[in-house]
């Protein structure tokens, strides 16, 4: 049984920092693509960052040079370091993983619950 659980979210403010992690189980991680999305109040859930088993990344406009994805195969663990926040990155953050070498897919097929990124102005 695949399950994978987020953590790290808060409350920062507008500039802060804050760095996620989800943490695989039940999977063979190493040959897993991972990927962050979001969902904002009343918004639907976007791609924001995704790493590839051979560790290439993509990062959506929004986001790039202010958040970072990086893997640690050998703690089943995939980060997603989120600097200079902004109020517009307010949202649910999930991780998703799917088997598979491509940096990103236009869908994944586990899911982890999510955790709550608030971001004051």
């Known amino acids: 049984q695949v399950q994978l659980v987020e953590s790290g979210g808060g409350l920062v403010q507008a500039g802060g920092s804050l760095r996620l992690s989800c943490t695989a189980s039940g999977v063979i991680f190493s040959i897993y693509a991972m990927a962050w999305y979001r969902q904002p109040p009343g918004k639907e859930r976007e791609l924001v960052a995704a790493i590839s088993s051979g560790r290439s990344t993509y990062y959506a406009a929004s986001v790039k040079d202010r958040f970072t994805i990086s893997r640690d195969n050998a703690k089943n663990t995939v980060y997603l370091e989120m600097n200079s926040l902004k109020p517009e990155d307010t949202a649910v953050y999930s991780c998703?993983?799917?088997?598979?070498?491509?940096?990103?897919?236009?869908?994944?097929?586990?899911w982890g619950q999510g955790t709550q990124v608030t971001v004051s102005s």
């Open positions: 998703a993983a799917r088997r598979g070498s491509a940096d990103y897919y236009p869908s994944y097929d586990y």
